[in-house]
Nanobody, 123 residues
Protein backbone atom coordinates (compact mmCIF):
# COMPACT_ATOMS: atom_id res chain seq x y z
CA UNK A 1 0.00 0.00 0.00
CA UNK A 2 0.96 3.63 -0.45
CA UNK A 3 0.12 6.72 1.54
CA UNK A 4 -2.00 9.20 -0.43
CA UNK A 5 -2.71 12.82 0.48
CA UNK A 6 -5.15 14.91 -1.57
CA UNK A 7 -5.22 18.68 -1.72
CA UNK A 8 -6.70 21.46 -3.81
CA UNK A 9 -10.38 21.21 -2.99
CA UNK A 10 -12.50 24.20 -2.13
CA UNK A 11 -15.51 26.32 -2.98
CA UNK A 12 -15.91 27.54 -6.54
CA UNK A 13 -18.71 29.04 -8.61
CA UNK A 14 -20.29 27.12 -11.44
CA UNK A 15 -18.17 27.40 -14.55
CA UNK A 16 -14.99 27.75 -12.54
CA UNK A 17 -11.96 25.51 -12.25
CA UNK A 18 -10.02 23.65 -9.61
CA UNK A 19 -6.94 21.48 -9.70
CA UNK A 20 -6.70 18.60 -7.28
CA UNK A 21 -3.39 17.01 -6.37
CA UNK A 22 -2.65 13.67 -4.78
CA UNK A 23 0.83 13.19 -3.41
CA UNK A 24 2.30 9.83 -2.51
CA UNK A 25 5.33 8.72 -0.55
CA UNK A 26 8.00 6.25 -1.52
CA UNK A 27 9.75 5.36 -4.72
CA UNK A 28 7.16 2.95 -6.11
CA UNK A 29 4.67 5.45 -7.53
CA UNK A 30 5.23 4.33 -11.11
CA UNK A 31 4.12 0.81 -10.15
CA UNK A 32 0.58 2.06 -9.54
CA UNK A 33 -2.30 2.94 -11.75
CA UNK A 34 -4.12 5.88 -10.20
CA UNK A 35 -7.76 6.79 -10.03
CA UNK A 36 -9.97 9.62 -8.86
CA UNK A 37 -13.37 8.90 -7.36
CA UNK A 38 -15.99 11.08 -5.75
CA UNK A 39 -18.81 10.68 -3.29
CA UNK A 40 -21.67 13.09 -2.82
CA UNK A 41 -23.86 13.04 0.30
CA UNK A 42 -26.29 10.14 0.21
CA UNK A 43 -24.74 8.66 -2.91
CA UNK A 44 -22.33 5.85 -3.64
CA UNK A 45 -18.71 6.48 -4.47
CA UNK A 46 -18.35 6.86 -8.22
CA UNK A 47 -15.51 6.67 -10.69
CA UNK A 48 -14.25 9.94 -12.13
CA UNK A 49 -10.98 9.26 -13.96
CA UNK A 50 -7.99 6.94 -14.06
CA UNK A 51 -4.50 6.96 -15.51
CA UNK A 52 -2.09 4.15 -16.27
CA UNK A 53 1.24 3.68 -14.51
CA UNK A 54 3.28 5.65 -17.01
CA UNK A 55 0.52 8.03 -17.99
CA UNK A 56 0.00 6.73 -21.48
CA UNK A 57 -3.66 5.88 -21.04
CA UNK A 58 -6.44 7.81 -19.42
CA UNK A 59 -10.07 6.97 -18.75
CA UNK A 60 -13.01 9.17 -17.80
CA UNK A 61 -16.56 8.86 -16.63
CA UNK A 62 -18.99 10.16 -19.24
CA UNK A 63 -20.16 12.83 -16.82
CA UNK A 64 -16.75 14.53 -16.74
CA UNK A 65 -15.37 13.75 -20.19
CA UNK A 66 -14.23 16.92 -21.93
CA UNK A 67 -14.20 18.92 -18.68
CA UNK A 68 -11.75 17.06 -16.43
CA UNK A 69 -8.18 15.99 -17.18
CA UNK A 70 -6.16 13.48 -15.19
CA UNK A 71 -2.38 13.58 -15.36
CA UNK A 72 0.60 12.41 -13.35
CA UNK A 73 4.19 13.37 -12.70
CA UNK A 74 6.09 10.27 -11.67
CA UNK A 75 9.18 12.32 -10.79
CA UNK A 76 7.08 14.16 -8.20
CA UNK A 77 5.04 11.12 -7.12
CA UNK A 78 1.87 13.11 -7.76
CA UNK A 79 -1.34 12.67 -9.72
CA UNK A 80 -3.55 15.60 -10.68
CA UNK A 81 -7.15 16.20 -11.63
CA UNK A 82 -7.77 19.42 -13.51
CA UNK A 83 -11.46 20.25 -13.32
CA UNK A 84 -12.89 22.88 -15.66
CA UNK A 85 -16.42 24.08 -16.35
CA UNK A 86 -17.49 22.86 -12.95
CA UNK A 87 -21.17 22.24 -12.28
CA UNK A 88 -23.10 22.07 -8.99
CA UNK A 89 -23.52 18.34 -9.55
CA UNK A 90 -19.73 17.95 -9.32
CA UNK A 91 -20.00 18.79 -5.61
CA UNK A 92 -18.57 15.85 -3.66
CA UNK A 93 -15.64 14.61 -1.64
CA UNK A 94 -12.96 13.62 -4.11
CA UNK A 95 -10.64 10.71 -3.37
CA UNK A 96 -7.54 9.50 -5.10
CA UNK A 97 -6.74 5.80 -5.10
CA UNK A 98 -3.85 3.56 -6.11
CA UNK A 99 -3.98 0.16 -7.77
CA UNK A 100 -0.86 -1.87 -8.38
CA UNK A 101 0.13 -2.36 -12.01
CA UNK A 102 -3.19 -1.53 -13.70
CA UNK A 103 -6.20 0.77 -13.50
CA UNK A 104 -9.88 0.14 -13.04
CA UNK A 105 -13.16 1.99 -12.84
CA UNK A 106 -14.18 -0.16 -9.90
CA UNK A 107 -13.54 1.30 -6.47
CA UNK A 108 -13.19 -2.16 -4.92
CA UNK A 109 -10.18 -2.87 -7.15
CA UNK A 110 -8.02 -0.20 -5.53
CA UNK A 111 -5.58 -0.97 -2.74
CA UNK A 112 -4.96 2.42 -1.17
CA UNK A 113 -7.06 5.53 -0.64
CA UNK A 114 -6.49 9.09 0.43
CA UNK A 115 -8.57 10.89 3.03
CA UNK A 116 -10.49 12.93 0.48
CA UNK A 117 -10.83 16.60 -0.32
CA UNK A 118 -14.12 18.51 -0.48
CA UNK A 119 -15.15 20.20 -3.71
CA UNK A 120 -18.20 22.45 -3.54
CA UNK A 121 -19.59 24.12 -6.66
CA UNK A 122 -22.12 26.88 -6.08
CA UNK A 123 -24.77 27.81 -8.63
Amino acid sequence: QVQLVESGGGLVQAGGSLRLSCATSGRTFSMYGMGWFRQAPGKEREFVAAISRLGGRTYYADSVKGRFTISRDNAKNTVYLQMNSLKPEDTAVYYCAAKKWTTSAGANDYDSWGQGTQVTVSS
